[in-house]
C-alpha cells in the first residue's frame, strides 16, 4: 500500500494504526483524563468569566444556559421527578431501550448495505443505474418519512429500526463495493489460474480484501444507527428511547437545564460505546501490514 | 447522522457520468421508478397518507413552489453558514493539530470518539443558546455536525504522507512551511473533499432535523413537521423533495470543484484499480 | 497427482490488442519437451510475459494452437495442471504463510487434514517449515517468492509458469534461489517455462533458452544449453556458461539493430 487512498471513515484510518502496547494504551487513558479534565476547566472558566461579565455573545451565559459541571452530576443521582427513580435509572433504561432499536437497526442496515454493495460489485450495469440514488437517499430527511413509516409497520420501535437502518446501510453499501473492487489485479489473475469459480473468488479474494473498508464504514454505521434510533423516536412519540428523554427534558429545560445535559451525556455515551464496540470487534477481525506513512 | 465514507468509488466517479450514455440506466431507474410508484398506489389502494401519487405531489410541489423554495432557501442558508463555518474551524484546527504532532496524537483518538457522539441530541440546547427561532441555533448544529468529520479527515489527510516524500524535502533543506504547502496540503486534499461532501449533506440534514425541534416558521423543516401533522402530505412530500434536491444540488457544487482542483493539483489517484 | 511431466506445443500462435493494433505476439511455433528448463528472453515489448500468459489461458490466442500436456490451455487450466509465480509473490496479507499455501488446495476441495500434510511438505521443501504461522510482511522479498513457489507446486504440478520470479530482489538472493530452484525442479520432474531479465540467469537455469524480438513479439533463436546437471556456482565460472552468455547476449543484440549503433 504505498499510496494511502482517502477512503477513509469519518472515524479514522482504514488500516490498523501502530500496535497497540500496554504502556501504550495507559499512556493514551491518561492523556484523555488529561484533556477532559482540561475541558472541565475551561468549561468553568469561561462560565466564570461569562456570568462576571454579563456576556450575551454568542450566548448569554447563566445557570440556565451553562449549568456547573458538578450540578449536572449531581442531578444524574437525584430523582428525575418528585418519589420517581434516580436520574441516572431513568436514563440507562432509555438508553438500553434505544440501544436495542439501533442494534437492530445497525444489524439490518449493515447486512442490506454489504448485500447491496456485492450486488453492485458484480454489475456495471446496476451501479449505473443505482448509485445515483443510493447516494440521493441520504439527502432525504428520513425525520419527515418517519411518521409515515411508523404507520406502515404499525410498530413502533420497529420503525425506529428501519429509520436506524436507512442510515446505517449507504457507508456500508459505498465501501463494500469499493472494497470487492480493490482486489489486486494479479491477485485475480492468480485465482484466474486456478479455474476458481466466481463464488471462490468472491469469498476467498475480494471480501477478505474489503474487510478494512467494511470496517471502516461500520465504524461510521455505529453512530449512524445509534442517531437514527434516537431521531426515529421523536416523530413516533416513542417515551421510552433516549428521544423521548430528550423531548421531555427539552420542554422543562428552563427549570431543570441538568436533567438536558445529563441526557446529552448518557446519549454521547451511547454513541461512543457502539463505536468501540465496532473498533474492538475490527481488531480482533482484521489482521494487515502495519501502515508505513509520516 | 455521520453518513457517507466516500460518496462514490473515485476510478467510478471518473468514468461514470463522462458520457451522456452513462446516465441512461440511472434515467431508466428513475422512469420505471416513479411509473411504478404511481401505478402501485392505485393498484394496491395504498391510503394517501401513506403515500401520495408522484402526479398530486408534482401538482402541489408547483402549486406551493414560492412557499416551499423560500422555506428551502432559508434553510439552505442555515446549513450554508453552518457547513463554513464547522469545515472551516476543522480544517484550521487540522492544520494546527498536524503542525504540532504531539498534540495531534494526543488529540486525534477523542476526535475520532467526539465523532462518534449523536450532536443531534444537542439541538434542544443550541435552541435554549441562541433564540429557538432564530437561524443560529441551527447553525449551530450543522456547524457542529461538519466539523468533527472533516477535522479527523483532513488530519488523516495530513498525516498520511509517504516518508520518502517527506525524507526528499528534508534533503532540500525545506521548513515546516514548505512541507506543508508542497507535500502535505496537497496530499491532503482528496481526503478533505471527500469529507466536505459528506459534511455537505449532514449540513442540511441537521438542519432540517435541527428545525425538528423548533424554529421559524419559514424554515422548511417546521413546514414539513406541519404539513405532516395538518395530514397535508403532498406538501410534506414537496417539502421533502425540495430538501432532497437542494441537498444534492450542494453535494454536486462540492463534487464539481473537487473534480476542478483534483484536476490542477494532478490526480495521483490515477491507478486505482477496477 | 501426476509427476509426468506436461509437454507444451505452441503452433502458429498469435496475439493482438486492441483491435489488431497491437502485435504482441506472432507466428511463435514452439515445442517444449517434457521436462525441460526453457527461459524466455528478450528486450521489453517482446511479449514474453504474454506468452506465458497465453500458456496458461490467462489470456486467449487471437490465432494458433496451444497444446499444454496434450490438452488445451483452457483445459489444463481447469485441470490445474500448471503452477504460476508472478514477479510479485502476490500472497493475501489475511493469510498466515501456512494458509496462503494452501489456498489452491482449498478451492479444489481438499479436507483439511490433507491441506495440512501438504502445506508442511511444501514449506519444508522451500526451507521455511517454522513460518508457517507468519503473516507475508513480517517476512523478507525472497523468503515471500519461496511461498510463491510453495504455493506454485501444491498440486505437484507437470507445468511450472515463473514471470520474473526473482526480477524484484538482490543479486545475492537471487543467485541462492536460482539454486534451490533448480534443486525443487529436479526433485519434481515438472516441465518449467521461466521468463527472465537476466542473461546470466536465463542460462544458468536453463535446457534451452529461447530469445525474443519485439514488435512484433517473434522468437528469434533457440539456444541449447549443455551445461552439465546438476549446476552448481562453480557451473557460473565454466568458460563455457561465458560462451553461452555471450551468444545469448549476441542473439538480443541482433534483436533491436538501432542498439547496435549505440554499442
Redesign the interface.
Given at each position: 500500500m504505498?499510496?494511502?487512498?482517502?477512503?477513509?471513515?469519518?472515524?479514522?484510518?482504514v488500516f490498523a494504526d501502530r500496535r497497540q502496547t500496554w504502556p501504550g494504551a495507559l499512556g493514551?487513558a491518561g492523556?484523555?483524563l488529561l484533556?477532559l479534565a482540561a475541558l472541565w476547566g475551561l468549561w468553568e472558566a469561561y462560565r466564570w468569566m461569562g456570568v462576571r461579565t454579563q456576556l450575551t455573545w454568542?450566548?448569554p451565559v447563566d445557570d440556565?444556559?451553562m449549568p456547573h459541571i458538578h450540578t449536572i452530576l449531581q442531578a444524574l443521582f437525584e430523582p428525575s421527578r418528585v418519589n420517581g427513580p434516580l436520574l441516572i435509572s431513568v436514563l440507562l433504561d432509555s438508553a438500553w431501550f434505544t440501544a436495542k432499536e439501533a442494534l437492530l437497526g445497525f444489524t439490518l442496515g449493515a447486512t442490506f448495505g454489504f448485500a447491496l454493495g456485492i450486488a453492485l460489485a458484480h454489475s456495471r450495469?446496476l451501479?449505473?443505474?443505482?448509485?445515483?440514488?443510493i447516494?440521493?437517499s441520504?439527502?432525504?430527511?428520513i425525520?419527515?418519512?418517519a411518521?409515515?413509516v411508523v404507520?406502515?409497520l404499525k410498530s413502533g420501535w420497529l420503525s425506529v429500526a428501519v429509520i436506524a437502518a436507512y442510515?446505517t446501510f449507504?457507508?456500508v453499501t459505498?465501501?463494500t463495493?469499493?472494497g470487492l473492487?480493490?482486489?489486486?489485479?494479479?491477485?485475480l489473475?492468480?485465482?484466474?489460474?486456478?479455474?476458481?469459480s466466481g463464488w471462490?473468488v468472491l469469498w476467498?479474494?475480494r471480501v477478505?480484501?474489503a474487510?478494512p473498508y467494511i470496517f471502516?464504514?461500520l465504524?461510521?454505521s455505529?453512530?449512524?444507527s445509534?442517531?437514527?434510533a434516537?431521531?426515529g423516536e421523536?416523530?413516533s412519540s416513542i417515551q421510552d428511547g433516549?428521544g423521548g428523554a430528550?423531548?421531555n427534558?427539552?420542554q422543562y429545560?428552563?427549570i431543570q437545564?441538568a436533567n438536558?445535559?445529563a441526557?446529552?451525556l448518557v446519549?454521547?455515551a451511547?454513541?461512543?460505546v457502539?463505536?468501540l464496540a465496532v473498533v474492538l470487534a475490527e481488531k480482533l477481525v482484521?489482521?494487515?501490514?502495519?501502515?508505513?506513512?509520516? | 447522522m455521520s453518513t457517507v465514507v466516500q460518496p462514490l468509488p473515485p476510478g467510478l466517479g471518473r468514468r461514470v457520468g463522462r458520457n451522456v450514455r452513462d446516465w441512461i440506466p440511472a434515467a431508466l431507474v428513475l422512469v420505471l421508478g416513479i411509473g411504478s410508484w404511481q401505478v402501485l398506489v392505485d393498484v394496491l389502494s395504498i391510503e394517501r397518507f401513506l403515500l401520495p401519487k408522484p402526479s398530486d405531489i408534482a401538482r402541489t410541489f408547483w402549486g406551493e413552489r414560492d412557499v416551499l423554495w423560500s422555506a428551502g432557501f432559508y434553510t439552505f442558508r442555515e446549513a450554508l453558514g453552518g457547513f463554513v463555518i464547522g469545515s472551516g474551524a476543522a480544517m484550521l484546527f487540522a492544520l494546527l493539530l498536524a503542525r504540532f504532532r504531539r498534540l495531534g496524537s494526543a488529540l486525534m483518538p477523542l476526535a475520532i470518539a467526539a465523532n462518534a457522539i449523536p450532536i443531534i441530541a444537542f439541538a434542544p440546547i443550541f435552541n435554549a443558546w441562541f433564540d429557538v427561532l432564530s437561524p443560529t441555533s441551527k447553525i449551530a448544529v450543522a456547524a457542529v455536525l461538519c466539523f468533527f468529520p472533516v477535522l479527523v479527515n483532513t488530519l488523516r489527510g495530513l498525516t498520511s504522507v509517504q516518508p520518502r516524500a517527506i525524507e526528499l524535502m528534508r534533503s532540500y533543506a525545506a521548513g515546516e512551511l514548505q512541507v506543508f504547502r508542497k507535500v502535505r496540503i496537497p496530499a491532503a486534499l482528496p481526503f478533505v473533499f471527500s469529507a466536505l461532501k459528506v459534511a455537505s449533506v449532514l449540513a442540511m440534514i441537521g438542519a432540517i432535523v435541527g428545525e425538528y425541534f423548533g424554529g421559524s416558521q419559514e424554515a422548511l423543516g417546521i413546514q414539513i413537521r406541519n404539513s405532516a401533522a395538518l395530514f397535508q402530505f403532498e406538501t410534506a412530500w414537496a417539502a421533502i423533495m425540495v430538501a432532497s434536491i437542494l441537498g444534492i444540488a450542494f453535494y454536486a457544487s462540492i463534487a464539481a470543484v473537487e473534480r476542478m482542483a483534483l484536476k490542477w493539483q494532478g490526480n495521483s489517484r490515477e491507478g486505482v484499480r477496477q | 497427482m501426476s509427476e509426468r511431466a506436461a509437454a507444451v506445443s505452441l503452433a502458429g500462435v498469435s496475439k493482438t490488442f486492441a483491435k489488431g493494433q497491437v502485435r504482441a505476439l506472432e507466428d511463435i511455433d514452439l515445442d517444449i519437451r517434457p521436462g525441460e528448463f526453457v527461459s524466455l528472453i528478450g528486450p521489453s515489448g517482446c511479449g514474453k510475459s504474454t506468452l506465458l500468459r497465453v500458456i496458461g489461458d490467462l489470456v486467449g490466442a487471437s490465432s494458433g494452437q496451444v497444446t499444454v500436456n496434450g490438452k488445451s490451455a483452457a483445459r489444463a487450466r481447469a485441470d490445474h495442471d500448471y503452477g504460476i509465480v508472478f514477479q510479485d509473490a502476490v500472497l493475501y496479507d489475511w493469510r498466515t504463510v501456512a494458509k496462503n499455501v494452501a489456498l489452491p488446495l482449498e478451492l479444489a476441495g481438499w479436507n483439511r487434514r490433507r491441506r495440512g500434510e501438504r502445506v508442511a511438505e511444501m514449506l519444508e521443501l522451500v526451507e521455511l517449515s517454522g513460518f508457517g504461522d507468519h503473516h507475508p510482511w513480517q517476512l523478507s522479498g525472497g523468503m515471500q517468492q519461496r511461498v510463491a513457489i510453495a504455493r506454485a507446486l501444491a498440486f505437484s504440478p507437470a507445468l511450472l509458469l515463473m514471470d520474473e520470479p526473482f526480477g524484484a530482489l538482490d543479486e545475492m538472493t537471487r543467485e541462492r534461489l536460482n539454486i534451490e530452484l533448480l534443486r525443487i525442479w529436479e526433485g519434481s520432474e515438472s516441465t518449467v517455462v521461466f521468463v527472465t531479465h537476466s542473461i546470466a540467469e536465463a542460462v544458468f537455469l536453463s535446457t534451452r533458452v529461447v530469445v525474443m524480438s519485439p514488435r512484433p513479439g517473434r522468437i528469434a533463436a533457440v539456444i541449447e544449453v549443455d551445461l552439465p546437471q546438476p549446476r552448481t556456482n562453480e557451473t557460473r565460472e565454466e568458460p563455457r556458461f561465458f560462451e553461452l552468455v555471450t551468444e545469448v547476449r549476441e542473439r538480443l543484440r541482433a534483436t533491436e539493430p538501432a542498439a547496435e549503433l549505440l554499442a
Open positions: 504505498a499510496h494511502a487512498e482517502p477512503a477513509v471513515a469519518l472515524s479514522g484510518a493514551r492523556v484523555t484533556v454568542p450566548f440556565v444556559t450495469l451501479q449505473r443505474g443505482f448509485l445515483p440514488y447516494v440521493a441520504q439527502t432525504v430527511p425525520l419527515a418519512i411518521p409515515m404507520v406502515w442510515l449507504f457507508p459505498i465501501n463495493l469499493r473492487l480493490s482486489a489486486d489485479p494479479r491477485a489473475e492468480l485465482m484466474r489460474s486456478y479455474a476458481a471462490a476467498k479474494l477478505p480484501a474487510l471502516s464504514a465504524r461510521v455505529a453512530t449512524a445509534v442517531v437514527g434516537i431521531i421523536l416523530p433516549l430528550i423531548l427534558f427539552a429545560y428552563s437545564p438536558l445535559w441526557t446529552n446519549a454521547a451511547l454513541g461512543i457502539f463505536f482484521v489482521r494487515r501490514s502495519p501502515e508505513n506513512v509520516a | - | -
